[in-house]
């Protein structure tokens, strides 16, 4: 088997962020998708029970729940606009919770782990309607390590599901 | 803004590039843009007809030199520019007396003031206060550049004037941040009852209105404490630093001066051929009103970013990341010097996390599951290091590193990936310590207000500030006695800021 060529990680890399930040963003955005925040996050399973390593704002949150439950309750609304993204491939062959069997190298790129850093501005509105903001709007920094979803990369992989999935996430405001 | 005309004010190389939208279609309308008589002395080196023009500008330019000169006290270091009107020297020339160039005459003075300083820093030393008081003014709009000029004036008498509403001082809605006393009386608008208050929302930094003190600057920084918390939902904890041997930190000690000092050496220490480097401009960063310094140009940058919201094309995708540290010498060595903050004197100019991942490609071979490693996100600042530039470059930045045991033959740890991203320069948030406001104190976290508890009790043990007892905690695994053994060998080297105000060390 032919390996992973250059071009086709670049492609497939650039690809997933920024379908990731045109998705993982919106859901933030909209307190109406807010319960969907969690499908982004890789789920430990008993073959694989490595957990999504997450810090927000220097805070560790323990679990994607945790992150969905912060902003379902801590945040009324909130406006998160990205200005730059860039990727890089960090394993082209990422292996973790694998069976022996699939440890061997792809070409098409579904196997990449990959590094995403979003720098954007965020405006937090506040709970009172009377509150005259200054809303200058705030700066942040993010950066995620993306790695393969198995669940939909399998040959009896359901439709729709998300490729990606958060493996770590790490938010700061900045301004 | 004048009907439909927008003047902005450009650096050259800029006012090229602003001219190519010439004729250029917008919103229905065709723009045509002109470059205006430049006021910066370049304007003098080109151009046949520009002697008799300069030589009335150079008169004209003396004489507001000498009434700036007459009119400046020194050891006040205020600038008098009251009654103008009165003014023998400025009535010749036709300030204020209703004829077509009175809106002329104090933008020209305001250049010419400009044009006496070096720098923002030796303007900003000289002059700290202004009147333009008894000036018959009704609003700010014929002496608005006045806040272009002396954008951070902190006294401004504006007293015996015309001004019967707060709307008369908009056009200075959002300038002045470092602004703390301003003097009213004389206009009508003395009488509005809701005027202190609005002119305290408006200047962030204002304590005395009409020679009453109002607000303290301790009163003003718990202020902003608690409007930058509540602005922020999760709230802004010291950095996340979970490192492994401290490869993180030995990694970060080593790479900030080697990066401003040795680039070459740096890749030789940490980069192989397999180390993956890239750059991103976020060119629309939120800023800071109360900062708002030039942003310097971006041009040696932006050939080489990578910000993948208008990088579509895979070719430039591709190109523009930069494998291996033949590849990155490249570009480094194309890019400015550098000149970051020395981390262990300006701690409070980082936030540095780190925490370790798993599948890493083992460079060895070996394991087929890939090799543990660190990732480091660094947000901070730094300067370029340009010997003809007249002012500072200080931009920010953040940058995320990917470490991992280095292959047999090259260096023990790699740098398996190298992300720069960079904005205006803006200051760092900083992590908020909840005790100085009462609002953020109602976190429901037991972990974080124990954490809190203890940070207090090391502020009194110490002196230090609640930032540095936090960082000094954070970095001895919140065990106070270890934490005050830490502060005790390191107290000669902490930084005066360490310590709260009035602490003997």
Redesign the interface.
């Known amino acids: 088997m032919a390996d992973l060529s250059e071009d086709t990680a670049v492609k497939v890399a650039t690809d997933a962020a920024q379908n990731f930040v045109d998705t993982f963003y919106p859901t933030l955005n909209n307190q109406k998708a807010r319960g969907n925040i969690t499908s982004f996050y890789l789920k430990p399973t008993l073959a694989s029970p490595q957990r999504p390593d997450i810090t927000l704002n220097g805070n560790v949150v323990s679990d994607p729940s945790e992150v969905q439950k912060i902003f379902e309750t801590q945040i009324p609304k909130a406006q998160y606009e990205v200005q730059s993204f860039d990727c890089q491939v960090i394993n082209p062959n990422y292996n973790v919770g694998l069976d022996d069997a699939a440890l061997g190298p792809e070409k098409d790129g579904k196997k990449m782990s990959i590094v995403v850093m979003v720098s954007g501005g965020v405006k937090y509105a506040k709970g009172g309607a009377d509150e005259e903001t200054r809303d200058e709007g705030r700066g942040f920094t993010e950066t995620f390590v993306l790695v393969p979803n198995q669940e939909a990369h399998g040959p009896k992989a359901p439709r729709g599901l998300k490729k990606w999935l958060i493996q770590s996430q790490n938010f700061r405001l900045v301004l | 803004m004048k009907g439909d005309s927008v003047i902005i004010t450009a650096s050259s190389e800029d006012i090229a590039q602003i001219q190519k939208l010439d004729k250029f279609s917008f919103a229905g309308s065709v723009l045509s843009i002109q470059a205006c008589d430049p006021p910066s002395p370049q304007a003098k080196e080109s151009g046949e007809k520009e002697p008799t023009v300069s030589q009335a500008a150079q008169e004209a330019k003396d004489r507001f030199r000498a009434i700036l000169a007459a009119r400046y006290d020194a050891n006040l270091k205020l600038l008098n520019l009251s009654a103008l009107a009165l003014d023998a020297g400025l009535r010749q020339m036709g300030v204020f007396d209703g004829s077509t160039t009175t809106s002329k005459v104090f933008p020209a003075m305001m250049v010419v003031c400009d044009s006496l300083f070096k720098s923002p820093q030796e303007k900003r030393d000289a002059i700290v206060s202004v009147s333009l008081a008894d000036n018959e003014l009704a609003d700010v709009s014929a002496v608005t550049t006045l806040a272009q000029t002396f954008p951070d004036l902190k006294n401004l008498d504006l007293s015996g004037n015309k001004f019967t509403d707060i709307k008369n001082l908009n056009a200075w809605r959002w300038k002045f941040r470092h602004l703390e006393n301003l003097v009213l009386t004389g206009n009508p608008i003395e009488s509005q009852p809701t005027l202190k208050d609005e002119l305290l929302?408006r200047y962030p930094n204002l304590q005395i209105v009409n020679g009453v003190t109002l607000r303290s600057p301790e009163e003003i920084a718990a202020a902003k404490a608690i409007a930058e918390a509540?602005?922020?939902?999760?709230?802004?904890?010291?950095?996340?630093f979970r490192d492994v041997s401290q490869v993180g930190e030995n990694f970060i000690r080593q790479f900030l001066p080697l990066y401003d000092n040795d680039r070459s050496a740096l890749l030789g220490t940490f980069y192989d051929s397999q180390s993956?480097y890239?750059?991103?401009?976020?060119?629309?960063?939120?800023?800071?009103?109360e900062h708002s310094v030039p942003i310097a140009p971006w041009t040696s940058y932006i050939k080489y970013s990578?910000?993948?919201?208008k990088l579509t094309h895979?070719g430039a995708?591709?190109s523009r990341?930069h494998k291996g540290s033949q590849a990155i010498q490249q570009v480094w060595s194309a890019l400015p010097p550098s000149r970051h903050p020395e981390l262990e004197s300006h701690a409070d100019k980082y936030?540095i996390?780190c925490?370790?991942?798993?599948?890493?490609?083992d460079p060895s071979g070996q394991s087929?599951?890939?090799v543990d490693g660190l990732?480091i996100?660094m947000?901070g600042e730094f300067e370029d290091q340009i010997e003809t530039a007249t002012e500072k470059s200080l931009r920010?930045f953040?940058r995320?590193f990917?470490l991992g045991p280095g292959a047999p033959g090259g260096p023990p740890i790699r740098v398996?990936?190298d992300?720069l991203?960079l904005?205006a320069w803006?200051?760092?948030?900083l992590?908020q310590i909840s005790s100085i406001s009462p609002e953020t104190q109602s976190t429901n976290?037991p972990e974080?207000q124990k954490r809190e508890a203890i940070t207090m009790q090391l502020v009194e043990k110490t002196g230090m500030t609640p930032y540095y007892a936090n960082l000094c905690l954070t970095e001895t695994g919140w065990d106070i006695e270890q934490a005050f053994i830490a502060f005790t060998a390191n107290k000669d080297k902490l930084p005066a800021d360490a310590f709260m105000p009035g602490v003997a060390r």
């Not at chain 2, 990578?306 to 919201?309: A, E, G, P, S």
């Open positions: 929302r509540t602005q922020s939902p999760i709230p802004i904890a010291g950095p996340d993956v890239s750059l991103s401009l976020n060119l629309t960063s939120p800023r800071s009103h990578r910000n993948l919201t895979l995708r591709m990341q936030l996390e925490h370790p991942i798993p599948g890493l490609t087929a599951r890939g990732i996100t947000h920010s953040s995320t990917i398996v990936s992300m991203t904005r803006a200051p760092l948030a992590p976290d974080q």
